[in-house]
């Protein structure tokens, strides 16, 4: 199984938002609903931001929300904030009931 | 609350047999739809699903390292084993475990456990 597709980095200034794409296939993203996002800062483990493609965890920010739509997932952020800077990583249920991850994008805001 | 900790060598030489341990505290593996896998992260890179282990023992390893991947665990001591065989120096990576309910995601992840593969 290849790696989910994420943009190498994505960037932003403060309260604007961005929306990081992670395209799989019909074996994985887009056959699925257990897609799943992670923030990851530095030297740290990855939190749960997103699972099932659009629910938040509890303690989450609502300013981050997941779509998707076909073979591509979507995670984006409104209002960006300074501490949001980090990796973030897609994460998707295969059809070979395994878990494949994206390449991981890189957030910097501005 | 759900906890989970990783430990294992922090050097093994190329060739030698990788065995980490995950142990954890918060959920039962033997409670129906928990689950316990095993995620890495080279230096700089993207993380990288290894392996998943259920409650009903049904185990699930990553297609391109699957010959080299073994995982159990040990319910009544709240563990999970991964051993990884053939280690080379592109295993370099930190290694974390991380509890899954019903498949639908990682919800909670370990602090990771630094490996280094070098002569």
């Known amino acids: 199984q290849s790696a989910l597709t994420q943009p190498a980095s994505v960037s932003g200034s403060p309260g604007q938002s961005i929306t990081i794409p992670c395209t799989g296939t019909?074996?994985?993203?887009?056959?699925?609903?257990?897609v799943s996002w992670y923030q990851q800062h530095p030297g740290k483990a990855p939190k749960l931001m997103i699972y099932?493609?659009?629910n938040r965890p509890s303690g989450v920010s609502n300013r981050f929300s997941g779509s998707k739509s076909g073979n591509t997932a979507s995670l984006t952020i409104s209002g960006l904030q300074a501490e949001d800077e980090a990796d973030y990583y897609c994460?998707?249920?295969?059809?070979?009931?395994?878990?494949?991850f994206g390449g991981g994008t890189k957030l910097t805001v501005l | 609350q759900i906890t989970l900790k990783e430990s294992g060598p922090t050097l093994v030489k190329p060739t030698q047999t990788l065995t980490l341990t995950c142990t954890f505290s918060?959920?039962?593996?033997?409670?129906?739809?928990?689950?316990v896998g095993w995620i890495r992260q080279p230096p700089g890179k993207a993380l990288e699903w290894l392996a998943l282990?259920?409650?009903?023992?049904?185990?699930r390893f990553s297609p391109s390292l699957k010959s080299r991947l073994t995982i159990t665990k040990d319910t009544s001591k709240n563990q999970v084993v991964l051993t990884m065989t053939n280690m080379d120096p592109v295993d370099t990576a930190t290694y974390f475990c991380?509890?899954?309910?019903?498949?639908?995601?990682?919800?909670?992840w370990g602090q990771g456990t630094r490996v280094t593969v070098s002569s």
């Open positions: 918060g959920f039962s593996l033997s409670t129906s739809g928990v689950g």
């Open positions: 994460a998707s249920y295969t059809t070979s009931s395994t878990w494949v």
């Open positions: 019909r074996s994985d993203v887009g056959g699925y609903t257990y």
């Open positions: 099932e493609v659009s």
């Open positions: 991380a509890h899954i309910f019903n498949s639908d995601a990682f919800d909670m």
């Open positions: 282990i259920y409650w009903t023992d049904d185990k």
